[in-house]
Nanobody, 126 residues
Framework: VQLQASGGGLVQPGGSLRLSCAAS????????MGWFRQAPGKEREFVAA????????WYADSVRGRFTISRDNAQNTVYLQMNSLKPEDTAAYYC????????????????????WGQGTQVTVSS
């Protein structure tokens, strides 16, 4: 199983970034997917999740209305569109997958995630 995240970078407050996570080594369309983030000195926290079909999405209160999670099952890729970025969004962002046929809730807590990708750094600063 591989989850390859990309798209991070340095952006000014109010700016936008789009993260991508390319999956391989498992049947992507059968797994709920999510994004987490971890700032220096803090615990990894949930950001957004999407069901296997894309029909359901969940968001952390801190990003709801600014971030959008989506997926393309034909391309085995999950995305995180981040708008109106704030300095407090600065963190390493991690892609996550639930176990096969798991519900979306499985990718909303770190202890129930089945697979992790490597992080991509997002820095929001002027």
């Amino acid at each position: 199983v591989q989850l390859q995240a990309s798209g991070g970078g340095l952006v000014q407050p109010g700016g936008s970034l789009r993260l991508s996570c390319a999956a391989s080594g498992f049947t992507f369309r059968n797994h709920a997917m999510g994004w987490f983030r971890q700032a220096p000195g803090k615990e990894r926290e949930f950001v957004a999740a999407i069901s296997w079909s894309g029909g359901s999405t969940w968001y952390a209160d801190s990003v709801r209305g600014r971030f959008t999670i989506s997926r393309d099952n034909a391309q085995n890729t999950v995305y995180l569109q981040m708008n109106s970025l704030k300095p407090e969004d600065t963190a390493a962002y991690y892609c996550a997958a639930g176990s096969i046929d798991s519900p979306i809730v499985a990718v909303t807590t770190t202890r129930t995630v089945a697979y992790w990708g490597q992080g991509t750094q997002v820095t929001v600063s002027s």
